[in-house]
């Protein structure tokens, strides 16, 4: 199994990014994705994540209203939009997947399969 995400960069504060994440090696359209975060000194936090069947979809409260979440299952893919992001918001941004049909979980201990994480870095 293998999670590919990408789109991290350098960008100011007030800006927006998007995140991508590919996924290969189990059948995508069974699993909930989730996006976590993990910022230097800090331990991993949920950041976002959708139903296996694209409802249901949530967020932590310090990225609601900002964020978006979405996945297309043709493309086995997921995806985070990012806007009016703060310096706060830097992280290696990781996205991952838990059990098949289950709901989306906010627990790093629930996910079993994860991608290498991409960067974020947003300026003041």
């Known amino acids: 199994v293998q999670l590919q995400a990408s789109g991290g960069g350098l960008v100011q504060a007030g800006g927006s990014l998007r995140l991508s994440c590919v996924v290969n090696g189990l059948t995508f359209s069974n699993y909930p994705m989730s996006w976590f975060r993990e910022a230097p000194g800090k331990e991993r936090e949920f950041v976002s994540g959708?139903?296996?069947?694209?409802?249901?979809?949530s967020y932590a409260d310090s990225v609601k209203g900002r964020f978006t979440i979405s996945r297309d299952n043709a493309k086995n893919a997921v995806y985070l939009q990012m806007n009016s992001l703060k310096p706060e918001d830097t992280a290696v941004y990781l996205c991952a997947a838990a059990q098949a049909f289950e709901p989306v979980f906010t627990f790093p201990s629930n996910y079993r399969y994860w991608g290498q994480g991409t960067l974020v870095t947003v300026s003041s």
């Open positions: 959708i139903g296996w069947t694209g409802s249901a979809p």
